[in-house]
C-alpha cells in the first residue's frame, strides 16, 4: 500500500524542549517537502529536500532542522529556538522537485 | 500584491448548483497551477492541475486558466454536500525557485442540502 505517513498524529512539546516529526514515504519519490499550516494562512515552505543527503531552507527555516539520510524519510526537528510552534506540519513527496506533489496526512503540534 | 490570492469565502452553493472558485496570482511567469482540496483537520489532497491557457476537464471538475489576466478558476458542476472543503489554489513559478508552491489561503466552500 504506497503513499505518506506521519506520525504522530498529535504531538504535544513543554517549553525548552526539541521535538522531531516524522515523515515516511514508499513511493520511490526523490523529492520531500515541509510545510507548516496556521489558521486562515496558506501553507508555508520549511525545508526542502531534492536528493537524499541534500535539503534547502524554505521561506521559513528558522527554529526547524532536518535530515535525509534514506530516500523514504525525511524528519523535521522543531527546536526550542521555534518561539511560536503550534501549527498543521504537512510533508509532502513528488517524483522530482518539479512534479506534482502530494501530501500526508500531517501531524499537529501543541505547545503545554 | 499578495503572490496567490483567493476569496476567502465562505461560499455558500445550493446542492446540485456550480460553485465557482478563483484565484489570482502575481507573477507572470508562473508555469503550472493546481487545486488541491482539504477537508477540516485533514491534509490537502490535488484535485486538478493545469499548465497551459483553456479548460481542463476532469469529471465534475473544470480548471481554467488565463495567463494573460493572471487567474486560475475551479468551477465544480452537480455540486455535492461532500464537496464542502476549503480548496487551495497553489502556483509554481518558472525558472529559479521552480520548486517551490506558493499556496493561496484557500476558499471554504459550503454545499447545502
Known amino acids: 500500500d504506497g503513499g505518506i505517513t506521519q506520525s504522530p498524529k498529535y504531538l504535544f512539546r513543554k517549553e525548552g524542549q526539541n521535538v522531531t516529526l516524522s515523515c515516511e514515504q514508499n513511493l520511490n519519490h526523490d523529492a520531500m517537502y515541509w510545510y507548516r499550516q496556521d489558521p486562515g494562512q496558506g501553507l508555508r515552505l520549511i525545508y526542502y529536500?531534492?536528493?537524499?543527503?541534500?535539503?534547502q531552507k524554505g521561506d521559513i527555516a528558522e527554529g526547524y532542522s532536518v535530515s535525509r539520510e534514506k530516500k523514504e524519510s525525511f524528519p523535521l526537528t522543531v527546536t526550542s529556538a521555534q518561539k511560536n510552534p503550534t501549527a498543521f506540519y504537512l510533508c509532502?513527496?513528488?517524483?522530482?522537485?518539479?512534479?506534482?506533489?502530494?501530501f500526508g496526512p500531517g501531524t499537529r503540534l501543541l505547545v503545554l | 500584491q499578495k503572490e496567490v490570492e483567493q476569496n476567502s469565502g465562505p461560499l455558500s452553493v445550493p446542492e446540485g448548483a456550480i460553485a465557482s472558485l478563483n484565484c489570482t496570482y502575481s507573477?507572470?511567469?508562473?508555469?503550472?497551477f493546481f487545486w488541491y482540496r482539504q477537508y477540516s483537520g485533514k491534509s490537502p489532497e490535488l484535485i486538478m492541475s493545469i499548465y497551459s491557457n483553456g479548460d481542463k476537464e476532469d469529471g465534475r471538475f473544470t480548471a481554467q486558466l488565463n495567463k494573460a489576466s493572471q487567474y486560475v478558476s475551479l468551477l465544480i458542476r452537480d455540486s455535492q454536500p461532500s464537496d464542502s472543503a476549503t480548496y487551495l489554489c497553489a502556483i509554481r513559478k518558472a525558472g529559479a525557485g521552480s520548486y517551490q508552491l506558493t499556496f493561496g489561503k484557500g476558499t471554504k466552500l459550503s454545499v447545502i442540502p
Open positions: 529536500s531534492q536528493i537524499v543527503n541534500d535539503f
Open positions: 507573477d507572470r511567469g508562473s508555469q503550472s
Open positions: 509532502a513527496s513528488s517524483i522530482s522537485i518539479q512534479e506534482t506533489q502530494y
